[in-house]
């Protein structure tokens, strides 16, 4: 029987000929994974193993997100624990404020991921190098421990729902509106345990950055990982961000799928969805008058430089609403300088948002962004549970750049589509 | 371990990691501390109802959401002997066994089970007991590996039992 793409990884990576969906496996890792959250409790963790040290300094990535600049004296305190870990271990892919980005957005620029590749993060949108073709998953502090440690993970190799996507985007519709609308369909435990393998003609059509997105919200639909196929424009994009040539999988002609899902691209439309689930998918036609009191556009789903392009596309001349907050965050700092180069951070400063440096801040409630009693946001992140962004009574609206920025002009929740 | 026995603290579907140790308290590790705010954005009477030994029941997609191992930790320190549901969400399920907090998967004591039921769970036989109703429930058997890691209490024990 034919493999899936991320079962011909797993094989390869476990020393195998072939695996099959339920079957237990460990994988050599290529890239370990840790934030300013989730690394400390890792590295109290390691003091507990008999073995001391990391496995390969340079294929662990540390980089504090989050919280960074540090927000209050505690989490400057787990910086601190992270650098210095970073420093005693002499690991290569430390970075610190004014080098870091936003994890997910920052990897794939640095060139440190290659197709084929396996790779955990303690973060749960580590799915993200999907958009890659490697595989790439989430988990806790304590594998990530044991990641550095050994340079090894289990696996329960996974079963794959396959989707294919034909056509292409119409104008001001992204690849947000697809994952949301996908997530919509199938629900937020829709792929529990399973891989989403994108793939058909309508591939080719997405940007690198639309596919990215796409792939870090493979979680929210329950997935182990998302993945798409590797085409020309992967690899272009892997040799101007210097990543290893890798090795280039592809599923196998009979690979067992257990449902596939057809998807026309030219069909969607701008897509949100409301509180408090990602699956709370609509269009808007189905979008009543809802006022709003803040937008945030940027983490690691939509924090890139086509994100802040589209979103700067509907802002220029034009101006947030008075009452409404706007906060744009470019996710790395070389997008930051090529949003400055390309003068959209004027266009964001003179319609009356707020820049930030990178940081996951507002997307969880960090800071930079929290929501008080009852307001409302819609926001291009990824999570709108029940008091995610700040108070319990708060509401978010997941949505595309675009959206978010057509938000911000008229105060309510808007079709990007008529900009 | 052998046992579980406590009194049931019932929840839905998709009950994520947000809620049960909202991000504002991420800033710290430890244990004790993330159990004062345990489930605090679903159910603020938590921290003070929950006794030593009681056991979660919820329904689908347990722990969705951030790969917080905080998470299974606050839950685990506040004094949860076991957490049944319908399913979990894979990051969650994982952090859970590494951690040593037994966790159990069963549609049916997910959908029969009601908040302050007595319930006993054996772990050797993965049977439910609800000893109010007087139910049994199968739960499901974790895969001999998995097993491995639970009975050393989590998975650095286990890596450094190998």
Not at chain 1, 295 to 304: A, E, P
Request: glycine share 10%.
């Amino acid at each position: 029987m034919g493999m899936t793409m991320t079962q011909k990884i797993l094989a390869a990576h476990a020393g195998l000929s072939e695996v099959e969906a339920g079957q237990l496996i460990e994988a050599d890792l290529d890239l370990v994974l840790g934030n300013d959250i989730t690394a400390p409790v890792a590295i109290r963790e390691m003091e507990k193993f008999r073995k001391e040290g990391v496995f390969d300094r340079d294929k662990i990535a540390l980089v504090p997100d989050h919280f960074v600049p540090a927000k209050d004296i505690r989490s400057a305190e787990n910086c601190k624990c992270v650098r210095e870990f970073a420093k005693k271990n002499k690991i290569t892919n430390y970075f610190e404020v004014g080098q870091m980005g936003i994890e997910h957005a920052l990897l794939p620029e640095k060139g440190l991921i290659a197709p084929g590749d396996v790779v955990i993060g303690a973060d749960s949108h580590t799915c993200t190098y999907g958009a890659l073709g490697a595989f790439s998953t989430g988990v806790g502090s304590t594998d990530m421990a044991a990641g550095m440690t050994t340079g090894k993970a289990w696996f329960k190799v996974p079963s794959a729902i396959q989707f294919r996507l034909t056509g292409s985007l119409p104008p001001r519709v992204s690849g947000k509106d697809v994952i949301l609308h996908i997530i919509g369909m199938i629900g937020v435990d829709g792929a529990l345990y399973q891989s989403m393998e994108f793939t058909g003609e309508g591939v080719a059509a997405l940007s690198m950055d639309d596919r990215f997105t796409i792939a870090n919200m493979a979680i929210e639909a329950g997935a182990k990982n998302g993945i798409f196929p590797v085409d020309e424009q992967t690899l272009r994009y892997e040799r101007e961000h210097g990543a290893a040539p890798g090795t280039v999988c592809a599923a196998d002609p009979d690979a067992e799928y257990t449902r596939v899902i057809d998807i026309d691209l030219c069909a969607l439309r701008p897509t949100v969805s409301f509180p408090h689930l990602p699956e709370n998918a609509r269009t808007f036609e189905n979008i009543p008058d809802i006022r709003i009191d803040q937008v945030v556009i940027g983490s690691c789903t939509n924090g890139r430089i086509s994100d802040l392009r589209a979103a700067a596309e509907i802002l220029r001349g034009r101006h947030v609403t008075e009452g409404v907050r706007c906060i744009v965050i470019p996710a790395t700092e070389r997008i930051y300088l090529e949003a400055m180069e390309e003068g959209l951070l004027r266009i964001f400063i003179e319609a009356g948002a707020v820049v930030s440096t990178p940081t996951c801040g507002p997307c969880l409630g960090g800071y930079m962004g929290i929501l008080a009693a009852g307001e409302r946001c819609v926001s291009t992140t990824n999570r709108n549970f029940v008091g995610r962004m700040g108070d319990v009574s708060s509401e978010i609206y997941l949505a595309s750049p675009a959206t978010a920025a057509a938000s911000a002009v008229t105060g309510r929740i808007t079709d990007p589509t008529g900009f | 371990m052998q046992a579980a026995n406590g009194t049931v603290l019932r929840y839905g579907d998709n009950v994520d990691t947000d809620v049960i140790i909202p991000a504002r308290y991420l800033a710290t590790g430890d244990p004790a501390e993330l159990a004062k705010h345990c489930m605090e954005d679903i159910d603020r009477e938590f921290v003070t109802k929950v006794q030593r030994g009681d056991m979660i029941v919820a329904g689908k997609n347990f722990g969705c959401g951030s790969s917080r191992e905080h998470a299974p930790i606050a839950i685990k320190a506040s004094g949860i002997s076991c957490v049944i549901a319908e399913t979990f969400a894979r990051i969650f399920y994982r952090n859970a066994i590494n951690i040593g907090l037994p966790i159990v998967e069963c549609k049916e004591a997910s959908e029969r089970i009601h908040a302050g039921d007595r319930v006993r769970v054996d772990f050797d036989t993965g049977i439910i007991t609800d000893e109010t109703t007087g139910e049994t429930f199968r739960g499901q058997a974790f895969p001999p590996f998995m097993q491995k890691i639970i009975d050393s209490e989590g998975l650095i024990n286990y890596i450094n039992s190998k």
